[in-house]
């Protein structure tokens, strides 16, 4: 029996090594180097602020400052709480998140059955009314101001977190858009099956198409979530009593009071970086429990198009 000679291919790294030696090719080299630099850029004011907060004033205010604390104190934490002037710290964060939550869910429930309905229902004018919903995604807020403040003042909804959880989802154009293209992705022949088998509209939302946009409406959530836990001149706005405050203008309005505090050691430029530190935390919170889903309701839908 004769041996059939083989070229035997080179060997190549295993594991580890083998995504190192790919990664080391010029082109990946170039893009890897390249995102490394944007992420640095993007992730040196976060890092800058949580090292600030772990900072005293001493050090904050080196002629040759550290990223890197060099006695790191919580003692900017302990101030920001302890104060008599911000007492109300855990009362805004509580604030801000009821109103957050109370607004996700009103805007999950109303974008995803205006998503369905823009994607499988016909009706007359049902391009027209969605194109003239996305456009409403280029016009601030801010233009419309006084008209939010007379509109919630007549409705008796101003000082009112109510106000705020009913105001913040109507706008929906994202959140519709991104629902809209999540149920274009969902097959048409599991929605003829189920027809056939006599289901309604209301069953073919709620058990077909629903359970298949799970993703985009974990992006709609997050969304949200930024956008009214971040929120400041609307509820300022619409805001006047300080128990009623969010946290976005309790930090704002921490900068005054530490202002006041020159002489003490830990007061100051620290605080204000470990408030903006507090005040972040639940956003990353949010982002890193349903990052998954992020991911799969971007792939799904908006990204398909």
């Known amino acids: 029996m004769t041996a059939v000679s083989r070229s035997i291919p080179p060997r190549r790294p295993a594991g580890l090594f083998r995504i190192i030696w790919r990664n080391l090719r010029p082109g990946a080299l170039f893009i890897n180097i390249s995102l490394i630099i944007i992420c640095a850029i993007c ?8 090292s600030s907060s772990l900072k005293n004033r001493h050090e904050l205010y080196m002629t040759t400052p550290s990223l890197i ?11 920001m709480f302890t104060r008599a002037d911000m007492s109300r710290l855990p009362l ?17 429930i109303s974008a995803s059955m205006a998503g369905f ?13 969605f194109y003239l919903l996305i456009i409403l995604m280029f016009i601030p807020r801010a233009g419309g101001l006084m008209a939010i403040y007379e509109l919630m003042e007549f409705l008796g909804l101003r000082n009112n977190h109510l106000g705020l959880m009913l105001l913040f989802p109507s706008a929906i154009s994202v959140a519709l858009f991104i629902m809209r293209q999540n149920f274009l992705s969902v097959p048409r022949e599991l ?3 189920a027809l056939i088998d006599g289901a309604g509209t209301w069953r073919l939302f709620w058990h077909v198409d629903l359970p298949f946009v799970q993703g985009g409406v974990a992006v709609v959530a997050i969304f949200e979530f930024i956008y009214v836990w971040g929120e400041y001149l609307i509820t300022l706005t619409l805001i006047d009593f300080p128990e009623l405050e969010t946290v976005s203008i309790a930090v704002t309005k921490l900068r ?15 605080t204000e970086c470990a408030a903006y530190v507090t005040a972040m935390l639940p956003v990353i919170l949010v982002f890193v429990l349903l990052q998954k889903w992020f991911v799969r309701g971007l792939s799904e839908g908006v990204l398909k198009m």
Not at 124 to 129: H, Y
């Open 92 to 108: 805004n964060l509580w604030n801000s998140f009821k109103v957050s939550m109370g607004s996700v869910i009103i805007q999950c």
């Open 191 to 193: 929605e003829d099956a």
């Open 69 to 79: 604390p060099k006695e790191p104190t919580l003692a900017n934490y302990e101030w």
């Open 256 to 270: 005054g009071w530490s202002a006041h505090f020159t002489s003490d050691i830990l007061a100051g430029y620290g």
């Open 117 to 129: 309905a823009f994607a499988r229902l016909k009706f007359r004018g049902r391009d027209l009314l």
């Open 43 to 50: 992730l040196l004011p976060v890092i800058w602020t949580i």
